[in-house]
């Protein structure tokens, strides 16, 4: 419908007294900082919008980021609070600094057919992408996207349809992605970046995806209203 609220997860009570209603379509993406101070939403309308302390808990300052001219599916920040990305259907992934409207942004539009999936490492060095075709881009978050000798960002290729879920561990040393073809695969970011396991769900897409603290636990929400854990 549109609207974003912000829960205590203590009290599963509300925390802004109505919920925010800046977006006449959708609300496709949410994330907070690594310190829960901010909230980013971004929705069907290709807009974004980050809500900040203000003077009092029940009255943010927000902040609207008009970056894309179609919808914005995911956005996520960086572990360190400092960098914020954006994944749009028009192709194009923005950088920029999260600390304000001001500073750094960059486009990275190698992807006509649009982006689903992305991820921030722990390390806020590598942004991961996943394309319609089953591929997970990695970029090197503070070089351009195509080096000096041409040669491009590494990918990772293993599933088959759209790679609609991106989620990195704590320390970034496992990145665990989830596709169209309702499969969910994780890698070694470690060791040549390889694959360590794939399985396929039943009748199940997942769309959303998460470490535990340790590493150990692997859970994803799919279509079918099920929570998995590995």
């Known amino acids: 419908d549109g609207t974003v609220q912000r ?40 807009r974004i ?16 980021y008009d970056y894309h001219k179609n919808q914005v599916w995911q956005v996520a920040i960086s572990p360190d609070g400092n960098l914020m990305a954006a994944a749009s259907w028009d192709g194009t992934i923005s950088l920029w600094n999260a600390r304000g409207a001001l500073g750094f942004k960059r486009e990275l539009s190698d992807y006509p ?11 806020g060095g590598v942004l991961a992408l996943g394309d319609p075709a ?32 991106l989620a990195f561990s ?27 396991w794939k399985t396929k769900l039943p009748k199940a897409v997942v769309f959303d995806m998460a470490f535990s603290p340790d590493e150990v636990i692997l859970l994803a929400g799919a279509t079918n209203g099920a929570l998995y854990r590995w």
Do not use: C
Request: aromatic share 6%; no cysteine; charged share 25%.
């Open 7 to 46: 829960w205590n997860t203590r009290t599963w009570r509300p925390v802004f007294p109505s919920p925010f209603r800046e977006y006449k379509l959708g609300v496709l993406g949410l994330a907070f900082s690594p310190d829960a101070q901010e909230l980013a939403a971004s929705g069907e309308d290709g």
């Open 49 to 64: 919008n980050v809500w900040r302390p203000g003077e009092s808990e029940d009255a943010p300052e927000r902040t609207l």
């Open 113 to 123: 057919e649009g982006i689903h999936g992305l991820a921030i490492d722990s390390a």
């Open 134 to 165: 089953g591929n997970v881009h990695l970029h090197a978050i503070r070089e351009e996207p195509v080096r000096a000798d041409g040669a491009k960002s590494p990918v990772l290729r293993d599933q088959q349809g759209e790679v609609l879920s």
């Open 170 to 196: 704590k320390s970034g040393a496992l990145l665990a992605s989830g596709a169209l073809d309702s499969t969910v695969a994780v890698w070694d970011m470690r060791e040549g970046r390889r694959l360590l």
